[in-house]
């Protein structure tokens, strides 16, 4: 088993799925979330708020993103596709893992 100092502190995982994989870890490790070990998601979706505890994430705005790429499919079928990209925020949803 892994000493206190030979062991992470933090975990920033690339999706909500892979942090509730890092609480299952950590549980196993008998490392408590937010005291022992600080865990954030990213993407906002329903299972952070459904661990214990509560998740902090970046929550990604999907219903913006299927809007706008529905809007671009659709300019693209009729001929006129738009040009570039676009970059959309996210905002930070503070649970008790951090």
């Known amino acids: 088993m892994l000493g206190s100092s030979d ?3 933090a975990v920033i995982a690339g999706s909500d799925a892979l942090a509730a994989a890092c609480y299952a870890a950590a549980g196993r490790a008998q490392l408590r979330i937010g005291p022992d070990l600080t865990v954030t998601g990213f993407d ?3 299972i952070s708020r ?3 505890p509560e998740l902090t994430t970046a929550a990604i705005p999907l219903a913006e993103i299927a809007a706008r790429l529905i809007d671009r499919i659709i300019h693209q079928a009729a ?3 738009r040009d570039g990209g676009e970059v959309l925020g996210t905002s930070l949803v503070l649970g ?3």
């Open 79 to 81: 001929g006129s596709p």
């Open 44 to 46: 906002g979706s329903a």
């Open 7 to 9: 062991r992470p502190t």
């Open 50 to 52: 459904v661990l214990a």
């Open 96 to 98: 008790e893992s951090s």
